[in-house]
């Protein structure tokens, strides 16, 4: 078993005025919060009072003590006692200015004593073995005899062992304090040696007396998971009905779709559902199913995934995931000269300083929305495959059901990719990893007129002046009321929204991705010769690539896309020719070339983007032609000898993502756990729709039910399944208690659990006797 701990902090709200980064009269605050105490906030808004930081407050790391009484006769027969104080190691301590000199002082603290003894400097380590130890003379009362072995319990409650570790700094303001801990020897026991770890703590009365009132409260909503995963087996009865539920029928019915139904917020499914469903390569039939579903339930397309469906949320959360990368290569350059430039781009003639101009602004952002719209529309070779295969399933649906409706085909795609994918990204880079922080208020209000513009650029909307409420949005969105705008969203649409896997092109619509003049080389020629080239008319659909003779022609070649193993870039001396390229087919190449090498390399995105899913494609080729019974590049002589070289692969075919598919079904777990009495009444409700033909109780009316019998089966299957895990979860817990040693490694002594380890070692001594 391993622990996993995830904690998340949001929607932040401040009482009281604050600077940035939480400065009130140049006092630097905190909110701090015990591990032991997150779960109470769990979910919750909840008021913290702010803190004064200071540096003896703030630390971590621990430290391994151990200490022995040991009885000495001295050299005049006097009976003495002396503390051996053994300062192993410590670890995780704090790294101060980027570096980390570690000592140890050791003191004995008593009513009439301080002892300070310190340890060797250990340099460039904040997890320091000092093994060092101390000896410390533990004085006697005149009562003490020698039936009396242990020490009286009164005279140990007068004295205790500090142990502060520090940072030995070469700075004029001292070594820094990293943390310490007081150990009192009643510890010791009867037995007289003590060997634990303890947490490092704040220096007691370190920091200056702030009245804590003055500083403000902050409000979190503090969202905290700790999950104890269990062996993969454990999880094999609900891990098979989750990846089951794209094939249930209905998928309402389903162990997935059942999980949205009962959750607070469809997020919190989504989320695991997701990552689960991505890790066993089963996202785009769950989301195919969940999609056709939702579309057939909606009666307008104007509204179509318009609300926070666990489609929509799913769909967002795999964008998030798989989209990353594509995000990063599309937009971070043109965002990162945006908000390094500082281009003054307020047309809101209310907002306008005296020093700008409106015309220069409204050019200024012209120019950016051209831009960033350009790199979008022309970035589709590059998205993800399983983000297309997903819309070219929301496009199918979306077309059967509203056929009169053209337009839904796209709308259906751009509603995701427009509106929840780029338009965020731009209006807040920092939380998509653009940037490292937030925009400064006049980037980010640039950005958000970006936003707004591309947003309605890709909404493909009828009247797109009327879809803003401000009028000077409206009178510069006039710049950008052309066809050639919509076309090229319309064509990047088809382009995401074709599908790469073959079992799906007998019911796709064939979508022209690009066409054009180029020269080609007639194919099965061996001789070299110019009259071998000739001008041709290249067409390519998501379905097949096609030359001829001239537009609107007949085919003169077809070549299926599923034909296609690899195109590579073709050597310029082969036929002394640039910007050539080949297209590598199981019998032959074919050999093209391009008008320039822009043109050269968009055909070769495209191509590759399309056949990247084909299940023969080379892993090498050749990169010279065959020409006079050999190839230029290896000298092999057969024209089938296997490629000399690496292909270079193209476009990544799907993105690979760490996830732990057991952490992913314990979560759901916890969640169903969490929502137990939901699927309860859900049960509860199908009974009561299965008996009554008429309305429905108003209590069962949050539910989507349409086969009331195969959901409670489902039902009685997730209910069993949570079950069956939650015993195993009581008897792991109760079996840790058990084990759980305090002071050990693992578990170390801290502020509230001395008191539990002193009560442990006194049931261990009870035991023994």
């Known amino acids: 078993?391993?622990?996993?701990?995830?904690?998340?902090?949001?929607?932040?709200?401040?009482?009281?005025?604050?600077?940035?980064?939480?400065?009130?009269?140049?006092?630097?605050?905190?909110?701090?919060?015990?591990?032991?105490?997150?779960?109470?906030?769990?979910?919750?808004?909840?008021?913290?009072?702010?803190?004064?930081?200071?540096?003896?407050?703030?630390?971590?790391?621990?430290?391994?003590?151990?200490?022995?009484?040991?009885?000495?006769?001295?050299?005049?027969?006097?009976?003495?006692?002396?503390?051996?104080?053994?300062?192993?190691?410590?670890?995780?301590?704090?790294?101060?200015?980027?570096?980390?000199?570690?000592?140890?002082?050791?003191?004995?603290?008593?009513?009439?004593?301080?002892?300070?003894?310190?340890?060797?400097?250990?340099?460039?380590?904040?997890?320091?073995?000092?093994?060092?130890?101390?000896?410390?003379?533990?004085?006697?009362?005149?009562?003490?005899?020698?039936?009396?072995?242990?020490?009286?319990?009164?005279?140990?409650?007068?004295?205790?062992?500090?142990?502060?570790?520090?940072?030995?700094?070469?700075?004029?303001?001292?070594?820094?304090?990293?943390?310490?801990?007081?150990?009192?020897?009643?510890?010791?026991?009867?037995?007289?040696?003590?060997?634990?770890?303890?947490?490092?703590?704040?220096?007691?009365?370190?920091?200056?007396?702030?009245?804590?009132?003055?500083?403000?409260?902050?409000?979190?909503n503090i969202v905290y998971t700790e999950d104890h995963v269990f062996p993969s087996e454990h999880y094999t009865p609900l891990r098979d009905l989750l990846l089951h539920s794209a094939n249930v029928e209905p998928v309402s019915a389903s162990t997935a779709h059942t999980l949205g139904e009962v959750c607070r917020e469809k997020q919190e499914a989504a989320i695991p559902l997701v990552r689960l469903f991505l890790h066993y390569g089963k996202i785009v039939p769950f989301i195919s199913a969940i999609a056709h579903a939702e579309i057939n339930r909606t009666q307008d397309p104007n509204t179509i995934f318009r609300g926070n469906s666990l489609t929509s949320k799913c769909i967002d959360e795999t964008m998030k995931l798989a989209g990353m990368h594509y995000l990063q290569v599309t937009l971070k350059p043109i965002i990162d000269e945006i908000c390094t430039e500082h281009k003054p781009c307020e047309i809101d003639p209310v907002k306008l300083k005296e020093s700008e101009n409106l015309e220069t602004n409204r050019e200024n952002l012209r120019h950016y929305v051209d831009r960033i719209f350009n790199v979008i529309t022309t970035s589709g070779v590059r998205c993800p495959t399983v983000m297309c295969d997903i819309f070219f399933s929301l496009r199918e649906s979306a077309a059967t059901r509203f056929q009169v409706d053209q337009d839904v085909r796209y709308t259906a795609v751009s509603s995701f990719i427009f509106l929840r994918f780029f338009a965020p990204a731009i209006l807040s880079p920092n939380l998509f990893h653009l940037r490292p922080h937030h925009p400064d208020p006049a980037t980010s209000r640039t950005l958000t007129l970006i936003s707004k513009t591309i947003q309605t650029l890709g909404s493909l909307a009828k009247s797109k002046s009327a879809n803003f409420k401000e009028s000077y949005m409206a009178a510069f969105y006039d710049y950008f009321n052309e066809q050639k705008y919509a076309d090229a969203v319309k064509n990047f649409l088809d382009l995401i929204s074709t599908s790469g896997k073959w079992d799906q092109k007998s019911i796709e619509t064939?979508?022209?991705?690009?066409?054009?003049?180029?020269?080609?080389?007639?194919?099965?020629?061996?001789?070299?010769?110019?009259?071998?080239?000739?001008?041709?008319?290249?067409?390519?659909?998501?379905?097949?690539?096609?030359?001829?003779?001239?537009?609107?022609?007949?085919?003169?070649?077809?070549?299926?896309?599923?034909?296609?193993?690899?195109?590579?870039?073709?050597?310029?001396?082969?036929?002394?020719?640039?910007?050539?390229?080949?297209?590598?087919?199981?019998?032959?190449?074919?050999?093209?070339?391009?008008?320039?090498?822009?043109?050269?390399?968009?055909?070769?995105?495209?191509?590759?983007?399309?056949?990247?899913?084909?299940?023969?494609?080379?892993?090498?080729?050749?990169?010279?032609?065959?020409?006079?019974?050999?190839?230029?590049?290896?000298?092999?002589?057969?024209?089938?000898?296997?490629?000399?070289?690496?292909?270079?692969?193209?476009?990544?075919?799907?993105?690979?993502?760490?996830?732990?598919?057991?952490?992913?079904?314990?979560?759901?777990?916890?969640?169903?756990?969490?929502?137990?009495?939901?699927?309860?009444?859900?049960?509860?409700?199908?009974?009561?729709?299965?008996?009554?033909?008429?309305?429905?109780?108003?209590?069962?009316?949050?539910?989507?039910?349409?086969?009331?019998?195969?959901?409670?089966?489902?039902?009685?299957?997730?209910?069993?399944?949570?079950q069956t895990l939650e015993q195993q979860h009581t008897k792991y817990k109760r079996d840790k208690f058990k084990k759980t040693k305090i002071g050990s490694q693992e578990h170390p002594i801290g502020d509230k659990s001395f008191q539990c380890y002193i009560r442990q070692q006194s049931e261990s001594s009870t035991y023994s006797i």
């Not at 301080?114 to 997890?127: I, Y």
């Open 1 to 220: 078993m391993h622990v996993v701990v995830f904690l998340c902090q949001v929607t932040v709200c401040i009482k009281k005025q604050l600077a940035c980064g939480f400065t009130v009269h140049e006092q630097t605050c905190k909110v701090a919060v015990k591990k032991e105490d997150l779960q109470k906030y769990h979910g919750k808004d909840t008021w913290f009072q702010l803190q004064p930081v200071s540096a003896d407050s703030e630390v971590q790391g621990k430290v391994h003590l151990e200490l022995r009484l040991s009885e000495v006769i001295t050299d005049s027969g006097v009976i003495s006692h002396k503390l051996a104080t053994r300062v192993l190691e410590c670890q995780g301590l704090p790294i101060v200015n980027g570096q980390c000199d570690p000592y140890a002082a050791v003191s004995l603290l008593g009513p009439s004593r301080s002892e300070a003894k310190k340890t060797k400097v250990k340099r460039k380590t904040n997890n320091p073995q000092f093994e060092e130890v101390f000896y410390f003379e533990v004085t006697r009362p005149l009562s003490y005899t020698k039936r009396q072995f242990d020490v009286e319990e009164e005279d140990v409650d007068k004295l205790a062992l500090r142990v502060d570790l520090w940072n030995a700094s070469n700075l004029k303001f001292g070594d820094e304090f990293l943390g310490g801990v007081r150990v009192p020897l009643r510890v010791l026991g009867q037995a007289g040696v003590h060997d634990a770890w303890y947490f490092l703590q704040p220096r007691e009365n370190g920091g200056k007396s702030v009245k804590v009132d003055e500083l403000g409260s902050l409000r979190l």
């Open 510 to 722: 064939p979508i022209m991705l690009k066409e054009g003049f180029m020269i080609k080389r007639a194919q099965g020629r061996n001789r070299f010769g110019m009259k071998n080239f000739k001008k041709r008319w290249f067409r390519l659909t998501n379905h097949e690539f096609t030359y001829h003779r001239t537009k609107g022609e007949g085919a003169l070649c077809s070549i299926p896309i599923e034909n296609i193993l690899a195109v590579e870039r073709l050597e310029e001396e082969s036929f002394k020719m640039k910007n050539m390229f080949q297209v590598i087919q199981p019998e032959r190449a074919l050999y093209i070339q391009a008008n320039n090498c822009v043109e050269a390399r968009d055909w070769i995105d495209i191509l590759t983007k399309v056949s990247q899913c084909n299940r023969k494609r080379l892993s090498t080729y050749h990169p010279s032609a065959y020409l006079n019974g050999h190839w230029l590049c290896c000298k092999l002589s057969a024209d089938t000898a296997p490629g000399c070289t690496p292909c270079t692969g193209g476009l990544p075919a799907n993105i690979q993502l760490d996830v732990d598919g057991d952490r992913e079904t314990e979560r759901i777990y916890s969640l169903f756990s969490t929502y137990m009495t939901k699927l309860i009444k859900m049960q509860e409700a199908c009974g009561s729709k299965s008996v009554y033909d008429g309305p429905e109780q108003e209590e069962y009316s949050t539910f989507v039910i349409d086969d009331p019998q195969e959901t409670y089966k489902t039902l009685k299957q997730i209910i069993s399944a949570v």
